[in-house]
Every structure is written in structure tokens, then in C-alpha cells.
């Protein structure tokens, strides 16, 4: 582990462990990819803690890890907060991208790990923060590029949000990280390989580098580089034998 690596693992013992001791809840920022294999990694050096991993939506890669003691008495809420941010002219607003919310949020001096998932659809926005960074955004965000915007505070347990999802089909010999992958890029197997070698594929935020490895159904697999795509089930057989399998690709 490189130094900043080593920091971040002394940090998720140090908030398990004080959730252990103090018998309290306790919780990380958001995780990036790299940064959840590492929670995956020392899991075993954890105290005896129950371990969430939520982004405040099931399709969301950034997550936020958080401890809380076996036997608990109390219920504590998740500390993520779910921002809407659309244009206050929807027929002038400019077609905004990932990159443009992204850009104006981080430009108001906000911590990236500040930070889950943007989800866009129809012009609009879909911001998911930490609690305590929420109405710093809400108050200070007022503008992305030349467009003048609005947020609203969204109810996190009411509000079902989705990415835009396309599913394609493929038939597999084997229901195998690499032919999956494959399959959802269009490429072939052995131009895969060296993505999982080198670390760029993570299974749920936990990095994989064996191309054999046999993913779930409802697995997400991100490919740096690439994108990600849901593996969303098996459909049957061929008449040749071969697995149909369907796919959900992040647009």
C-alpha cells in the first residue's frame, strides 16, 4: 500500500473500532472503487461490527461504509442526502453532462469524498452528498456553465432513481468475468485479460484479477476505461449450448 492507501485503512479500523468500543454508529465518506477494495481487503482485520455499504441507491458506485456494534438498541439514519438540481428555464438550459455537475460542485471548494453519484435524466439532476455538506450545495449552487439552476431536497427513502440503463444480449460458453465483459463491450476475450491483471475491474466495488472469476446475477462491474454494466440474469440455453445472459450497460 502506498502511503495515502495506508491512511485510509488506519481510518476505517480507527471508525470500526470506535463503533465497537463505544457501542455508536460511525461512517466513512464516499468510497471510490480503489477505495472499497481496500475495505474489502482488511475486512478480517475488523472488530467483531456490522458493516454497511450504501451510496443512498442500489445502482450507485460510490458508497460510503458504516459501522455500528452487533447488539445496537438504537436506529441511526444513513448521513447521505439527495439533492435535485434542474434548470430554473428548461427551454434556454444548456445539455449539461456528468462532468459539468461534477465541475461546479467541486469549484465551490467541496471535498470530492464529499460526493456519491450524479444521476441525469431529462435536464435534470440527481446529487447524492453527505448530509452534513447538503445545505452548503443547496445555498451556494446556483449556476453550471451559463445556466441558471435550482435545487431541491429530495426524500432519500421515497425516491426511486435509476440510471439510464441499455440491455444487451450475448451468448457465452462459460458465465465468466472476461466473457462477460466481452460481451457487454463488444470486444474480445483476450484484449479483457489485461484489464483484470492490471487491477481495472471491480465486481460491487471489490477489485477482481482473476478472468475466471464467476459473477451473480444483479452483480455491477465497473471497467476503468470502459464503464460499467449490471449483470442482470441468465436466460437460458442455446440449442448449442451456449448461456444467453443479459446485460445492463450505465449510459
Do not use: W
Not at 480507527?14 to 481487503?41: G, K, P, S, V, W
Not at 436506529?75 to 438550459?93: D, S, T, V
Not at 484479477?209 to 437460458?236: A, C, M, W
Amino acid at each position: 500500500m502506498n502511503k495515502e492507501e495506508q491512511f485510509l485503512k488506519n481510518r476505517i479500523l480507527e471508525l470500526a473500532n470506535m463503533a465497537y468500543q463505544r457501542n455508536i454508529y460511525t461512517n466513512t465518506d464516499f468510497l471510490n472503487l480503489n477505495e472499497l477494495n481496500i475495505l474489502h481487503m482488511i475486512q478480517n482485520e475488523l472488530p467483531p461490527v456490522n458493516v454497511l455499504l450504501t451510496g443512498g441507491n442500489d445502482y450507485a458506485e460510490r458508497k460510503i461504509a458504516c459501522f455500528s456494534p452487533v447488539d445496537i438498541y438504537y436506529e441511526q439514519l444513513i448521513p447521505i442526502r439527495l439533492i435535485k438540481i434542474a434548470p430554473i428555464n428548461f427551454q434556454y438550459a444548456e445539455k449539461l453532462s456528468h462532468r459539468d455537475y461534477l465541475g461546479a460542485i467541486l469549484n465551490l471548494g467541496i471535498n470530492r469524498s464529499k460526493i456519491g453519484d450524479i444521476f441525469i435524466k431529462d435536464q435534470i439532476a440527481y446529487l447524492y452528498c453527505m448530509e452534513d455538506i447538503a445545505p452548503y450545495i443547496q445555498e451556494q449552487l446556483t449556476k453550471i456553465r451559463h445556466t441558471l439552476i435550482r435545487t431541491e431536497p429530495l426524500d432519500l427513502q421515497q425516491i426511486d432513481i435509476q440510471p439510464n440503463l441499455v440491455e444487451k444480449r450475448g451468448t457465452i460458453g462459460n458465465v465468466r468475468l472476461d466473457s462477460l465483459i466481452a460481451t457487454a463491450f463488444g470486444t474480445s476475450r483476450n484484449s479483457i485479460i489485461s484489464f483484470i491483471e492490471e487491477g481495472k475491474v471491480f465486481v460491487n466495488g471489490k477489485m477482481i484479477t482473476s478472468n475466471g472469476y464467476t459473477p451473480k446475477e444483479g452483480d455491477i462491474i465497473s471497467v476503468r476505461g470502459k464503464g460499467r454494466f449490471v449483470f442482470q440474469q441468465l436466460l437460458g440455453v442455446t440449442k448449442k449450448g451456449r448461456n444467453l445472459v443479459s446485460i445492463q450497460l450505465y449510459q
